[in-house]
């Protein structure tokens, strides 16, 4: 059963740049039968998918977000990473890396979540 | 993007009683519809895909209808354990989007 686990800074300051990366075990990023998310809540709300990928395809980014993200993979570290420019406060929220099944786009398997608050 | 409404915002249900929630598409997702349940502190359970679709290891008691606008998560007989958020999520359009969520409370 693969587990994924999102690691980086807790706080970030305004305007700066988010970096999560989410590590696997148990599992491959370039297992070609699933897709690689981030997803994010802001606390005590709802969920906002952030973007997506296949292993060896396209990376659909969430029109509201794409001109400040970026998600990638490094495959010799079987991780996949978020990036989020000019963060600002709204941008406060429990980040999770998620994998789902190819072909049915929801979430299966996420990761634990990590808190990231944006705050000078 | 597609807006999801979920109705009602919260709802107090008996144990062993039938919760019905509601979640309306802005515009037709088709089967692309799926129903999660999430308790306080821990991530989203996948439920429901495909509108009508059990995820593996789903009690029977959580039935999934609907197409097009309009959905419904059913659960009969209500446990304890169901008291809990449920967020709609349609896959159909993207960005995939999320309701607000219904919280179950008990009553």
């Known amino acids: 059963q693969v587990q994924l686990q999102e690691s980086g800074p807790g706080l970030v300051k305004p305007s700066q740049t988010l970096s999560l990366t989410c590590t696997l075990s148990g599992g491959s990023v370039i297992d070609g039968g699933h897709y690689w998310s981030w997803i994010r809540q802001h606390p005590g709300k709802g969920l906002e998918w952030i973007g997506y990928f296949y292993y060896g395809g396209d990376t659909y980014y969430n029109p509201s977000l794409k001109s400040r993200i970026t998600i990638s993979a490094d495959t010799s570290k079987n991780q996949f990473s978020l990036k989020l420019s000019s963060v600002i406060a709204a941008d406060t929220a429990v980040y999770y890396c998620a994998r789902g099944p190819r072909g049915v786009v929801v979430i299966t398997q996420w990761g634990r979540g990590t808190l990231v608050t944006v705050s000078s | 993007e597609i807006v999801m409404t979920q109705s009602p915002a919260t709802l107090s249900v008996s144990p062993g009683e039938t919760a019905t929630l509601s979640c309306r598409a802005s515009e037709s997702v088709s089967s692309n519809l799926a129903w999660y349940q999430q308790k306080p502190g821990q991530v989203p359970r996948l439920l429901i895909y495909?509108?009508?679709t059990g995820s593996t290891g789903i009690p029977a008691r959580f039935h999934g209808s609907g197409s097009g606008t309009e959905f419904t998560l059913t659960i009969i007989s209500l446990q304890s354990e169901d008291f809990a958020i449920y967020y709609c999520q349609q896959y159909s359009q993207w960005p995939y989007t999320f309701g607000q969520g219904t919280k179950l409370d008990i009553k």
């Open positions: 495909g509108a009508s």
